[in-house]
């Protein structure tokens, strides 16, 4: 297993285009998180699942952005209605939760660019 | 709300010299996790180091070591010895249990040879 990846690593789209990302995390991380990555700013969380199931969701997740993770291995995250305030770069990281502290592992994002 | 602020944009080292990058954090919460992540360029992010507020001494790998201050809430990263490898995007994060991350803005640190 060679880490968490990620696809497409990147994605030009034109405003009001449906876009859709993959993420595949390390094998048997039952944790996976989507962030959000700006330029010049640190990652901003959008959601995680544990397992197949949807647990936290961020305020900045708006009702275009959907995120499934339906057997608990791959996640995908689409953002339908694209506008060009979503271009940034798409972060997805996976971690073991078999105890308080795990370590999550980063995948190389996707960048959107929405024209 | 858990915030991180990191107040260095940029920062820049001789290599072979010693670098510090500051971090500050603010949180209610009394048990919880502190994280420098670093990011090269088109590269993925990385675990440096990190620390669990419940330890009292301060954690260290090879020429990384942090200076953690919980009182102060603060989180700084010390870099030994930098070498031109050294050179990327650092980030501070707070995790609260097993919860997301919250990332400071970051600093970009530059290695001159």
């Known amino acids: 297993d060679t880490g968490v990846s990620q696809n497409p690593r990147h994605k030009i789209t034109k405003r009001g285009q449906n876009v859709t990302f993959r993420c595949d995390p390390i094998?048997?991380?039952?944790?996976l998180y989507w962030y959000r990555q700006t330029l010049g700013q640190g990652p901003e969380f959008l959601t995680y699942?544990?397992?197949?199931?949807?647990?936290?969701k961020s305020r900045l997740l708006s009702d275009r952005f959907s995120a499934e993770r339906p057997k608990g291995s791959f996640s995908t995250l689409e953002i339908q209605r694209t506008e060009q305030g979503d271009s940034a770069m798409y972060l997805c990281?996976?971690?073991?939760?078999?105890?308080?502290?795990?370590?999550?592992?980063f995948g190389p994002g996707t960048r959107l660019t929405v024209l | 709300a858990q915030t991180v602020t990191q107040s260095q944009p940029e920062m820049s080292v001789q290599e072979a010299e010693t670098v510090t990058l500051s971090c500050t954090y603010d949180?209610?919460?009394?048990?919880?996790?502190l994280f420098w992540y670093k990011q090269p360029p088109s590269r993925q992010m990385i675990l440096v180091i990190r620390?669990?507020?419940?330890?009292?001494q301060n954690a260290t790998e090879n020429r990384f070591s942090v200076n953690f201050q919980k009182a102060a809430k603060s989180f700084s990263l010390k870099i030994s010895d930098s070498q031109l490898g050294d050179a990327a995007m650092y980030f501070c994060?707070?995790?609260?249990?097993?919860?997301?991350?919250?990332f400071g803005a970051g600093t970009r640190l530059t290695v001159k040879p």
């Open positions: 990281a996976s971690s073991l939760v078999i105890a308080v502290l795990n370590e999550q592992f």
């Open positions: 094998s048997e991380h039952n944790r």
């Open positions: 699942f544990q397992n197949e199931a949807q647990l936290e």
């Open positions: 949180t209610s919460e009394s048990d919880y996790y």
């Open positions: 620390q669990e507020a419940y330890k009292q």
């Open positions: 994060a707070y995790r609260r249990g097993n919860n997301d991350m919250r």
